[in-house]
């Protein structure tokens, strides 16, 4: 089979425009990535699977990661002005100092794509998606027209992460009920409040317990 | 080129189930088979719209037994979720946790002994049998055949769970596989009662085909029924027994040689129509070929350690990076797809369930055809939910 | 009012069967406690063992598994009871006639199980409706349902007819239906039925 670089190279011949990254795994299967860009997703897979030399006609998972926003703390080197006596004269001198800043980067939504080719026996071509941020810009298209697998495992991710696939037939909650709000499997979920006490609470247990029992006696649980 | 053999340039059209008009005549009748029915193997529920006995419509619902697997795969170490990995399809618990095992061995390099990947493959296929033979025993419980294939079918059950539990101190729920082999060594006892089951398994496989192959009322309501074309099932991820009955030879023990495979000899079972009755015979030959395994395996059994003495239990911190490690289970492609950021506990922690993916093609099955089938067909594709819903 | 024991081993060996009717009502419900058909998980698999050849529930007069609740006498919640799965949970058993039992099947009807940690995982199926017997294990054995079974048939038997301590179904007062929860938007409303289920206390 072809190696990642070889595969970006294919893609970026057949698909004109399609940004394509290869992401190393630096663990020993050595199972690299290609984060592929959402407006040209769809055109990228259906050159995947109808390539005579890839065929990766077999969709086999479809999963949704979730990346929190990540504040980074950086050391950088700043050069600015500072006054200074200099031979009995207060004159401007510059001087470097280090300085920590700090900035966030956002988190996003990220749908992982596993391919194999049935037809030719290799695999796994590993495809991702990411999206702009977690909150507003979760929208990626959908591979439910490429591989028909993609369709109850979309929802999942679409249920699970909050990820909106575009173009998918039948985009609805699939795991939990209608009513429910919010994606469960996004790291930042908090659970409801439905604790049950142990008879000899501890550490985290206790204190969660003692939280809940403190709602009760407010008034804003009824046990 | 597709894998039938059809050249089938865009796969628009299958996108897709048909369209199925009704016939105009009297009303329609919308039905929710299940959450409880008693052929959904639990908590599974069809919403069907029928147009007399005729199925125009079916949406599976799920998540009835979504028991959060994923989730608390994420909040625990790496070697806790073994005995979760259980409890996903809980006929198959060893298969579970061999793709696990397997997985996780991807993601850190980890070696295994020889003795292990035997044992893993004796455990492996021991739990292919007994899979294999439940199934059709409820396919024929569905059949109207209420209890008698299905008491058969336990009976060889048993004799095999004895043999888990023997060996692994319980009969559903073993947790027997660990990052670099096994938990514990089989003792020769044990190896002499496995001989002893796996030669009394050809004549109980003889007997179930006996008492079924050439049943009138098994042949009338399964040939011809739920057929399944090739070029769909490789595109909506059908894998397993269910992809090899449309006649695509694809088995993963094959394809991907994992543990020791290659070094037996054995035979991948097709099937031509994809209809219910060639996914009971995938079944019934792969048992077959199963105990050939079984018997190369249980023959060349080496001596040593059951467990790399090298691998790390405690404090187990894979180096960041993802694997995604799979097995032919004998439901399909069992796989699990790990991402490590460098902590006890994997960052992502997913399962690709191969009874949940082989459902994406149920509405295609069994549209047109009448209520009754769709029972049968659901039981063919041979599905547990706690792995569906996970 | 119990018979004498010794007068009636003596009656009968004169072939003359005695017995009262509270004796006879309660011999008859447990002989043949019918079950529900109803699995839910794991456990529903050592259900199914249990009927089969090897454990043969049929000796406990319960071999009939009974599709349709109407025509069941006893529930078996045989597995993990998930938020999703719960409000049809009550209403199977709402749809029961009485009397009704129930049997707590595995660690996760009981309470959880491993599962408990879960947003979607009933933390026991007795928030909602009363439980008879529980049993641990995950899955129970076999052996463990039968026992089990011989707990509820031993808790029937000793069960009176008439009186305060009189069971449920022949009670006016006792509830009969019981309240099925609804879908919120986290979490089912509400949490658990207060006249079936009160919070354990808290030992600090």
């Known amino acids: 089979m072809k190696s990642v670089e070889e595969i970006k190279a294919a893609i970026e011949a057949a698909v004109p425009g399609a940004v394509v990254k290869v992401i190393l795994n630096p663990a020993p299967n050595a199972q690299h990535s290609l984060l592929i860009d959402a407006p040209h997703a769809v055109a990228v897979a259906e050159f995947l699977r109808d390539d005579d030399e890839l065929a990766l006609d077999f969709l086999s998972n479809v999963t949704g990661v979730d990346f929190l926003d990540k504040e980074i703390a950086e050391k950088v080197k700043v050069t600015r002005q500072v006054p200074k006596e200099v031979d009995g004269v207060q004159q401007m001198v510059d001087e470097t100092v280090e300085e920590t800043r700090k900035r966030v980067e956002p988190g996003y939504l990220e749908a992982v794509y596993h391919l194999f080719s049935v037809s030719k026996k290799h695999g796994p071509v590993i495809i991702r998606m990411r999206t702009a941020n977690r909150t507003d810009l979760v929208e990626l298209p959908s591979l439910t027209p490429i591989w028909r697998s993609a369709e109850f495992q979309e929802r999942e991710v679409f249920d699970l992460f909050g990820i909106v696939f575009t173009g998918h037939p039948d985009l609805r909650r699939i795991l939990m009920w209608d009513e429910f709000k919010d994606h469960p499997m996004r790291r930042d979920y908090v659970e409801p409040d439905d604790y049950e006490y142990e008879p000899t609470a501890h550490d985290d247990v206790l204190k969660r317990a003692q939280a809940h029992k403190a709602k009760v006696s407010a008034g804003e649980v009824s046990q | 080129m597709s894998p039938s053999g059809i050249k089938t340039e865009k796969l628009a059209g299958w996108n897709r189930p048909p369209v199925i008009e009704s016939d105009g005549e009297g009303e329609l009748l919308e039905v929710a088979m299940g959450p409880h029915h008693p052929s959904t193997h639990g908590v599974f529920r069809m919403d069907v719209v029928l147009d007399g006995e005729r199925v125009i419509k079916l949406k599976p619902v799920f998540g009835y037994l979504h028991r959060n697997h994923e989730q608390l795969g994420e909040r625990q170490s790496y070697l806790a979720s073994m005995p979760y990995t259980d409890r996903l399809d809980y006929f198959c618990s060893l298969t579970n946790n061999w793709a696990y095992a397997l997985a996780v061995e991807k993601l850190v390099g980890q070696e295994v002994p020889e003795r292990a990947e035997y044992l893993r493959v004796i455990l492996a296929e021991l739990t292919r049998i007994q899979n294999h033979a439940s199934t059709i025993g409820f396919l024929l419980q569905e059949m109207g055949a209420s209890g008698t294939p299905l008491m058969y079918a336990f009976r060889e059950r048993e004799k095999i769970l004895d043999l888990f539990e023997s060996l692994t101190g319980s009969r559903m729920m073993c947790n027997y596989m660990r990052f670099g082999g096994c938990r514990v060594d089989a003792s020769p006892a044990w190896l002499e009662a496995t001989r002893k089951v796996v030669a009394g398994l050809p004549a109980f496989v003889d007997e179930f085909e006996r008492f079924l192959m050439t049943n009138e009322i098994l042949m009338a309501r399964c040939q011809g029924i739920g057929v399944l074309k090739p070029d769909l099932a490789v595109n909506a991820g059908i894998s397993g027994p269910m992809l090899r009955a449309t006649g695509v030879n694809y088995d993963i023990r094959k394809v991907d040689h994992y543990g020791i495979y290659d070094r037996f000899k054995f035979r991948v079972p097709l099937g031509d129509h994809g209809d219910i009755y060639d996914r009971y015979m995938v079944r019934m030959l792969e048992m077959r070929e199963s105990i050939l395994i079984l018997n190369q395996a249980l023959k060349d059994l080496p001596a040593g350690p059951v467990m790399d003495p090298k691998a790390k239990i405690r404090n187990f911190r894979p180096k960041a990076g993802e694997s995604y490690g799979r097995i032919e289970a004998p439901k399909g492609e069992l796989g699990f797809y790990l991402i490590s950021d460098g902590g006890p506990n994997p960052y992502r922690y997913r399962v690709r369930p191969p009874s949940f993916i082989n459902l994406t093609v149920l509405e295609d099955m069994c549209l047109g055809s009448n209520v009754a089938d769709v029972v049968l067909i659901f039981g063919s594709v041979d599905i547990v939910l706690g792995e569906v819903d996970r | ?204």
């Open chain 3, 1 to 204: 009012m119990a018979v004498d024991e010794k007068l009636k081993i003596e009656l009968g060996k004169q072939g003359v069967m005695v017995t009262t009717i509270q004796e006879l009502y309660n011999w008859g419900r447990r002989s043949s406690i019918w079950p529900m058909q109803f699995g839910l998980a794991c456990c529903a698999i050592e259900m199914i063992a249990t009927t089969m050849a090897r454990y043969d529930l049929a000796r406990f007069g319960s071999e009939v598994f009974r599709p349709s609740p109407r025509q069941a006498d006893l529930m078996i919640i045989s597995g993990t009871v998930t938020k999703k799965m719960a409000p049809q949970v009550v209403r199977l058993y709402n749809q029961m006639a009485e009397p009704r039992y129930v049997i707590a099947m595995g660690a996760c009807a009981i309470s959880g199980g491993p599962f408990k940690q879960g947003y979607n995982v009933l933390k026991g199926i007795d928030r909602y409706i009363p439980v008879d017997v529980h049993i641990p294990g995950c899955p129970p054995r076999p052996e463990a349902l039968i026992q089990a079974f011989m707990t509820l048939q031993k808790k029937i038997d000793e069960q009176h007819l008439t009186g305060e301590d009189r069971p449920r179904h022949l009670d006016e007062q006792a509830p009969g239906e019981f309240n099925v929860p609804e879908f919120g938007e986290h979490d089912l409303e509400p949490p658990s039925n207060p006249g079936t289920w009160t919070v354990p206390k808290i030992i600090q």
